[in-house]
């Protein structure tokens, strides 16, 4: 598609009406042209094709065969340990990268030290790497022929082809998301407010938690959410170290694939759409929190000034 | 303060789901097992758990991990901490006892019948009407056929499929080692994807509607049949085809670290009971023996063994599977 051509958007004399009420430029008083309506209509289309068909096919296959069915399939034993196991995976691994990524993000966004750019690097890392070598990185260390994994085995630690190990890849791939949201809104508040703090008498840990804390408070939670959304959808890291036994160490994700395997095609899809219920959750919650925090680094740091003011 | 205290208590539960959860009353039993099995087990373990209980008054919970038998042998030589392993093919389990120790090399003579305790066989599934008129080997590489079969280097179905392709060109009218080698090269050039996995590439076949044959075990092509609409597919028996035989062994190492030597033993013996035997039939695996026709009955197809064919599996990996072996000299996609 070309880009909408200009010359033509004087000339089109057309009247303001309803087109433009759905569609205009942002900038400039130029009329809506074909261009942009193509470019927006593209853009709707593609939409409707990856995500909302997708979406909606998923939650009309779950109820094919009936509501019955759809809370049979949910509340089935094996179907209910995935859910728990699903959930307590992201309850421990929330709180442990919350508090890694609150004292990462306070690092690197409020001092100056050696090997900033290093540390902000490495924490880039588990997204850069695919999450099937986050779960064989475990197993190497873990497995019965890894570094510590004999060690560990004969004095009756399991930690591969168990939770632990589910719990570690999960925190493994998710350990940037609230690192990463912060860095940006902890350097953009900078450090005067912090320093006015103490020069009143106010100790380290005060500081933090009634300064530093409340003005970065919405990008917390925005990190927190994506890591949340992720934890809980994770398959690949978890496939690799979890084993697969049904009842035990199956999380949503691997159990929907068990299902879709066994032909339990509507099962498999009741699964999903609980997953794709998360999914949709996590934008709206999304949405709530960005509205505050702003999106991206530029709009955050001003949203977030706006904010401390 | 309390952001130790919560750090403390997650460390803790870490360690504490790690432990086994060892109650006294129920004992867990972890079984090893590959894709196409799924439903079979999950009857036996339920007829299994009643036999045992009114034989000794315990109460067990047989616990199933299922994925390609060749990443379910990984998963046990990595750790996973299965009492007892029920593959696709003995050459995954010789693989477990050559790099772990778990079990001795000679595990297969501990059980009856190669401690294959039923066994099955590759056939063909093909569409409604059979368009392709596809009725035995040969016509497999006919011109416009699509072929569906898993990748043999991780599939335990697609490696007996190979073989079977293989042995039917060797032995036909002027067959020859050159002969079977071609037959195989313009075999894999009539497959569209290689899944990883028997399920994988059933999917293809059934529900994504790719291909014209899935070259399939026997059990599995009757679970397509059934669970689908009726009239949808067709096996087609080729004129010879190879014994499959899944084997299954327990992993003394850590049956004797569970305590569950007994329990294990006991599970594997009760494969080869009537009502194990009977389970497997239903479920379209080929008892050890069917003298009465006690137990349903599947088409007679004319089979050859791997022992007789090839030599046992150690040489038939070597010499068709390991890298730079024949597959991989035959097969560029």
Not at chain 1, 180 to 209: C, D, H, K
């Amino acid at each position: 598609m070309s880009a909408p051509d200009r010359s033509l958007v004087g000339a089109a004399a057309r009247p303001r009406g309803w087109i433009e009420r759905f569609c205009r430029p942002v900038s400039g008083n130029r009329r809506t042209s074909f261009g942009d309506i193509a470019i927006v209509a593209i853009s709707a289309l593609f939409l409707g094709i990856f995500l909302v068909i997708p979406l909606a096919t998923i939650f009309s296959l779950a109820l094919k065969n009936g509501i019955h069915a759809y809370f049979r399939a949910v509340t089935e034993p094996y179907a209910r340990s995935a859910i728990w196991l699903t959930f307590v995976t992201a309850a421990v691994v929330l709180p442990i990268n919350l508090g890694f990524g609150l004292a990462a993000g306070w690092a690197i966004g409020k001092f100056e030290f050696r090997g900033k750019e290093f540390l902000t690097t490495l924490i880039d890392l588990p997204f850069a790497v695919s999450p099937v070598i986050g779960g064989m990185l475990f197993v190497l260390l873990f497995g019965a022929q890894g570094i510590v994994g004999p060690w560990l085995i004969a004095h009756g630690v399991k930690i591969i082809f168990a939770k632990p190990g589910i719990i570690l890849a999960t925190m493994f791939v998710t350990s940037p998301f609230v690192a990463r949201e912060l860095i940006p809104v902890m350097q953009a508040s900078g450090s005067e407010e912090e320093q006015a703090a103490i020069s009143l008498g106010a100790g380290g840990w005060q500081t933090f938690f009634r300064v530093t804390l409340p003005n970065v408070k919405w990008g917390v939670l925005y990190g927190v959410i994506l890591c949340n959304a992720r934890a809980i959808g994770e398959f690949g890291a978890v496939s690799v170290v979890s084993g697969n036994i049904s009842g035990l160490t199956s999380t949503m994700p691997l159990y929907i694939e068990v299902l879709y395997d066994d032909y339990n095609f509507s099962a498999a899809f009741a699964v999903s759409s609980l997953l794709s219920l998360v999914a949709v959750l996590t934008l709206v919650a999304k949405r709530i929190v960005g509205r505050h925090v702003g999106v991206g680094t530029a709009a955050s740091a001003s949203a977030d000034e706006e904010l401390a003011a | 303060m309390t952001r130790k205290c919560l750090f403390g208590v997650v460390i803790v539960s870490l360690f504490l789901c790690g432990a086994r959860s060892a109650s006294a009353a129920t004992v867990a039993l972890l079984n090893a097992s590959y894709d196409a099995t799924r439903e079979f087990y999950r009857d036996y373990n339920a007829a299994f758990v009643k036999y045992w209980k009114a034989k000794t008054g315990q109460d067990v919970r047989i616990e199933m991990s299922h994925t390609g038998s060749g990443k379910e042998a990984r998963a046990v030589i990595d750790g996973l901490d299965a009492d007892v392993v029920s593959l696709a093919l003995a050459y995954d389990i010789d693989a477990i006892a050559r790099r772990t120790g778990y079990l001795p090399a000679d595990w297969q003579s501990r059980l009856p019948n190669d401690s294959s305790p039923y066994s099955s066989t590759i056939v063909f599934l093909v569409r409604k009407g059979n368009p392709k008129h596809i009725k035995d080997w040969p016509d497999l590489i006919n011109p416009g056929v699509s072929v569906v079969t898993p990748n043999p280097k991780t599939s335990g179905g697609a490696r007996w499929a190979f073989l079977a392709a293989w042995e039917y060109a060797l032995k036909a009218d002027g067959g020859s080692e050159d002969k079977a080698r071609q037959f195989v090269r313009a075999l894999y050039k009539h497959v569209p994807v290689l899944d990883t996995g028997a399920r994988g590439s059933t999917a293809t076949f059934a529900e994504r509607g790719i291909g014209d044959v899935l070259l399939s075990w026997e059990n599995e092509a009757y679970l397509v049949i059934n669970k689908s609409a009726k009239g949808q597919f067709e096996i087609i028996y080729p004129s010879i085809s190879i014994v499959a035989q899944p084997p299954v062994a327990w992993l003394d190492k850590n049956v004797s670290r569970h305590g569950t030597t007994a329990l294990a033993k006991a599970y594997l013996e009760y494969l080869y009971s009537e009502q194990g035997q009977e389970i497997a039939a239903n479920h379209y695996f080929r008892p050890v023996k069917n003298p009465t026709g006690r137990y349903r009955a599947l088409p007679f197809i004319k089979t050859f063994t791997i022992n007789d064919a090839f030599g046992g599996w150690s040489s038939a990996q070597k010499k068709f599977f390991a890298d730079g072996g024949v597959f991989d000299q035959i097969y560029q996609p």
